[in-house]
Nanobody, 128 residues
Framework: EVQLVESGGGLVQAGGSLRLSCTAS????????LAWFRQAPGKGREGVSC????????YYADSVKGRFTTSSDNAKNTVYLQMNSLKPEDTGVYFC?????????????????????WGQGTQVTVSS
C-alpha cells in the first residue's frame, strides 16, 4: 500500500517561509511526477508545483513562480516544497501527489489529470 505523509505546514506571517515535506512508503521514486496541490477554503483544488523524479524537470503555477521551489530526494522517497515570500492568498491545505504515468512537462501533464496517490494534506496559514 502506498502512503504519502506531508509535514511542515503551520502558521506564518506574510513574507515568511515554510518548507513542506512529503515522504512516501510502498513506492520507490524512479520515473514519477511528484506534485503539490493546494485547496483554499471555499475553493477548488489547484496545482502548485511538479517535479519529475526521473530527470528533475519542474513545472510551477504562475502564482508561485519565483517564490516556491520543489525538489525530490529519491534516496529518501521524499519531495519538498520550499515556499518563500508567502502571501495570505497562499493559505490552504497542501497535498502531495505521486503518479508513475504522468510527467511535469507542461501544465496539462502536471495538473490536468488525477494522480494515483495522495497525501492527507497539511495546513498552511499565512497571516497578513
Amino acid at each position: 500500500e502506498v502512503q504519502l505523509v506531508e509535514s511542515g505546514g503551520g502558521l506564518v506571517q506574510a513574507g515568511g517561509s515554510l518548507r513542506l515535506s512529503c515522504t512516501a512508503s510502498g513506492i520507490t521514486f524512479a520515473n514519477d511526477a511528484l506534485a503539490w496541490f493546494r485547496q483554499a477554503p471555499g475553493k477548488g483544488r489547484e496545482g502548485v508545483s511538479c517535479v519529475s523524479s526521473k530527470d528533475g524537470t519542474t513545472y510551477y503555477a504562475d502564482s508561485v513562480k519565483g517564490r516556491f521551489t520543489t525538489s525530490s530526494d529519491n534516496a529518501k522517497n521524499t519531495v519538498y516544497l520550499q515556499m518563500n515570500s508567502l502571501k495570505p492568498e497562499d493559505t490552504g491545505v497542501y497535498f502531495c501527489a505521486v503518479d508513475s504515468f504522468l510527467s511535469c512537462d507542461d501544465e496539462s501533464e502536471a495538473f490536468g489529470y488525477e494522480y494515483d496517490h495522495w497525501g492527507q494534506g497539511t495546513q498552511v496559514t499565512v497571516s497578513s
